[in-house]
């Protein structure tokens, strides 16, 4: 662990990081009462007319040269302002200062920016005050007068003190009893001490048995754990063979070193299911960090990273700013997923940044997937990480057999969506008493609304897309700004009324079908605009698995590594729906995410099944999920990338123009365009239109800079940026390692 007894440098001046846009951290002056402030301090200072917090940041720099940011202006120190006070919370740790500098030079952001993600949402309020209880004095003053409501109070209070409200609920009387009560002289008011929120996860509460190749991998991952090392091992494995259980074991192995640990999930509503889980293993729950958290919750979460009391994080990207003091081991699962990357406000890649911050602890960093990322893949096969694979389900289950429908010989009825040879899969399996599933990628009823005497498209006034019918609301709405207007009974274009057809299918349109289709199913749908919030998908999930349910429906989120024991039988509606749209790595991601769907069927005794109905059943895309063969696929996908120098292959920055009007945007364009770096391995491509042309009313453009694998982008982009001004209401937002290309 680092130390930070750096001094404040001689002249009294130390440099505060706020959390606000500017280039680095502003200087002040340390008052003589606060001579003893150090690097991480959480202080306010005057800025302004204002009062900001901000973190006493390091007089040098960590970050290596290529990255630093261009030297700022000295101001003299007469005209600098005294920091205000310092105040009472554990100071931000070295290595989350690092971090942060790391982040901001490795993204292009402001570093305040990320910062802010650092001590987010009051974090940094007061601590919630302790509340006080009520526990009966002993002895009781003499005399007590003791009716009936003041003697069920007396049975009601037991060793633990109880508030008042509690009591009063307890005693089943009203809060004016125990008042007087107290006033008598026969209840004492103590402080209650709140139940630890953070239990210490005991590693040896319940292991499992691992079997033959699992003990190996665990083995080996406990052994990245205790060498006490920076590392970085994917651990890749068929859904359904123990990944989550193994890595199970490297956090056991982190406890008994008695460092903390951190789990980042790509999606929040998957961390029920996987507390709950936790939990069995090590008989107590690990603390959560996510943005639907209260606040109260946030700011004890927050001190409890801090001061070691919370030893096992589970969360969302945000998780790895959190003041980890003795972070020994990170673990991503699903590393696959796009959902990592934050695409806006600071874009970073909580995978790539969670490689940073394990370096920076020098800890070890495990990267999980069933379907790893061709970025993950390309690392093992250049020696940079350890490659460990689990190869069969744990137990007797088997993979599922997966199987295309070909749409063009056995086409679904007129205005149907699901094919025959669908349709009685799923009658049979429900019809064995087990448990079948659909998949659309797609929310809502229907993508799009045409007008079938004039041809019109519904489309959004803010963004090149399509508006969505959500029939259950009665709205048309975009999925890009959500922008809604109720669904028209005439063509806004011609005026014809009753022209206008819903064309294609979301969920509710493929609910709607198999309600008619399945009329005795008991159907649930699960999907991001019908579960607000964890808590209702840990409920659609525990229906599920007590069998209340025959039929799952739903988008992405059923995709996630839920565990359900009796679903068999999994349907793909529409396999082909990723593919379009040119983005080069539309495949891989079909691949990933219809896998880990179709890793759903079959996860216990009965085998499963999975069809995908598809146009191009040739593709390779389907015909890797049929053999399973994904490596193969992989390869030929890496062959595509490799000539062009396309990622993991070389380096990757999005510039993306966007201003209110065509003209700025366009000028500003062609500007970038007309600066464009000239340089040996570097070459850009575009001005040319965003993937959404306009989005939320702003025209936007986009350029790629493509670079050598060897070649450091940021230092690159920096200076091209220096070199153009956006005209007038325009913006230029800088994607370092864009997620689509
Ligand atoms: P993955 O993360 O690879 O999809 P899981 O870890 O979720 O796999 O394991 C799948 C199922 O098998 C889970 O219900 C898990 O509890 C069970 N399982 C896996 N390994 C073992 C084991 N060694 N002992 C008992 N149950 C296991
Ligand atoms: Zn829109």
């Known amino acids: 662990m680092q130390t930070d007894l750096l001094p404040p440098p001689a002249d009294g001046r130390v440099r505060v990081m706020l959390t606000l846009p500017f280039a680095g951290p502003l200087d002040y002056l340390v008052p003589p009462a606060l001579a003893t402030a150090r690097p991480g301090d959480i202080v306010t200072v005057?800025?302004?007319?204002?009062?900001?917090?901000?973190?006493?940041?390091?007089?040098?720099?960590?970050l290596p040269p290529e990255f630093m940011p261009p030297p700022q202006k000295e101001v003299p120190a007469s005209r600098l302002k005294p920091v205000a006070a310092r105040l009472d919370l554990p100071p931000l740790p070295a290595q989350l200062r690092q971090f942060v500098d790391w982040v901001a030079a490795y993204t292009l952001s402001p570093p305040g920016m990320v910062l802010a993600m650092a001590l987010r949402a009051n974090a940094l309020a007061a601590p919630p005050r302790p509340a006080s209880g009520w526990v009966a004095a002993s002895p009781l003053p003499t005399g007590l007068r003791l009716t009936p409501p003041r003697q069920k109070v007396l049975d009601a209070v037991s060793a633990s003190p109880l508030s008042t409200g509690d009591l009063a609920r307890q005693a089943r009387v009203s809060t004016a009893v125990i008042r007087g009560l107290a006033q008598a002289g026969a209840l004492n008011a103590v402080e209650i001490t709140p139940p630890p929120p953070f239990a210490t996860p005991d590693p040896a509460h319940c292991p499992p048995q691992l079997g033959g190749e699992q003990a190996q991998v665990a083995a080996e991952l406990r052994a990245r754990v205790t060498e006490d090392a920076f590392s970085i091992t994917l651990l890749e494995g068929v859904t359904g063979s123990g990944k989550t259980e193994i890595y199970m074991e490297a956090i056991a192995a982190c406890l008994d070193a008695g460092r903390q640990a951190l789990v980042l999930l790509p999606e929040i509503a998957l961390s029920a299911q996987w507390t709950g889980r936790f939990?069995?293993?090590?008989?107590?729950?690990?603390a959560l960090w996510h943005s639907e958290l209260g606040s109260r919750l946030r700011r004890l979460t927050w001190r409890a990273v801090a001061d070691g009391t919370a030893r096992v994080v589970v969360g969302a990207r945000s998780a790895l700013f959190l003041p980890f003091d003795q972070l020994g081991l990170i673990i991503v699962d699903e590393e696959h997923e796009t959902a990592f990357k934050q695409e806006d406000g600071v874009t970073y890649h909580a995978r790539d940044m969670a490689v940073v911050r394990a370096r920076m602890s020098r800890a070890p960093v495990i990267l999980v997937s069933a379907t790893p990322s061709l970025e993950s893949l390309a690392n093992v096969g250049a020696g940079r990480y350890r490659h460990l694979r689990l190869t069969a389900r744990h137990g007797n289950a088997t993979m599922p057999e997966v199987q295309t429908l070909d749409m063009r010989a056995d086409p679904p009825e007129r205005g149907l969506f699901l094919s025959p040879v669908l349709t009685g899969a799923i009658n049979d399996a429900i019809g064995r008493g087990e448990q079948a599933m659909l998949f659309l990628n797609r929310r809502g009823y229907a993508p799009l609304t045409l007008c079938r005497t004039c041809g019109h498209r519904m489309q959004c006034p803010n963004c090149t897309a399509w508006l969505v019918e959500h029939r259950a609301r009665h709205i048309l709405t975009c999925h890009h700004c959500g922008y809604d207007e109720p669904i028209p009974q005439t063509c806004p274009k011609c005026a014809d009324t009753d022209s206008l057809t819903p064309i294609g299918p979301g969920v509710e349109r493929i609910t709607e079908e198999a309600r008619a289709t399945f009329p005795d199913a008991r159907i649930?749908?699960?999907?991001?605009?019908?579960?607000?919030g964890p808590a209702a998908t840990a409920a659609a999930v525990e229906r599920i698995s007590r069998r209340e349910v025959?039929?799952?429906?739903?988008?992405?989120?059923?995709?996630?590594?839920?565990h359900f024991a009796h679903l068999t039988l999994v349907g793909i509606v529409d396999a082909d729906l990723g593919l379009g749209g040119g983005d080069l790595r539309a495949s891989e991601r079909t691949v990933q995410l219809l896998h880990q769907v179709a890793g759903r069927a079959g996860r216990a005794e009965a085998p499963g099944r999975v069809l995908l109905q598809s146009y191009v059943p040739d593709h390779p895309v389907m015909q890797a999920l049929v053999s399973g063969d994904f490596a193969s696929f992989m390869q030929q996908e890496a062959e595509q990338r490799r000539p062009g120098f396309w990622p993991p292959y070389g380096r990757l920055a999005a510039l993306i123009v966007s201003a209110d009007t065509p003209d700025a945007a366009d000028m500003t364009a062609r500007a970038l365009g007309q600066n464009a770096p000239q340089l040996d391995g570097v070459q850009v491509l575009?001005?040319?239109?965003?993937?959404?042309?306009?989005?939320?009313?702003?025209?936007?453009?986009?350029?790629?800079?493509?670079?050598?694998?060897?070649?450091?982008?940021?230092?690159?982009v920096r200076e091209w940026l220096s070199r153009v001004r956006p005209e007038r209401g325009a913006r230029i937002d800088v994607d370092i390692d864009p997620v689509s290309f």
């Open 686 to 716: 575009g001005p040319a239109p965003a993937p959404l042309a306009i989005l939320r009313g702003r025209h936007r453009h986009r350029l790629l800079l493509r670079a050598r694998r060897n070649i450091a982008v940021q230092p690159i």
């Open 279 to 286: 939990g069995r293993r090590f008989g107590a729950e690990p």
């Open 46 to 62: 005057p800025l302004g007319r204002r009062t900001e917090t901000g973190v006493i940041w390091d007089a040098t720099s960590s």
């Open 550 to 562: 025959d039929l799952v429906i739903g988008t992405q989120i059923v995709a996630k590594g839920w």
């Open 524 to 532: 649930l749908v699960m999907a991001s605009d019908t579960l607000n």
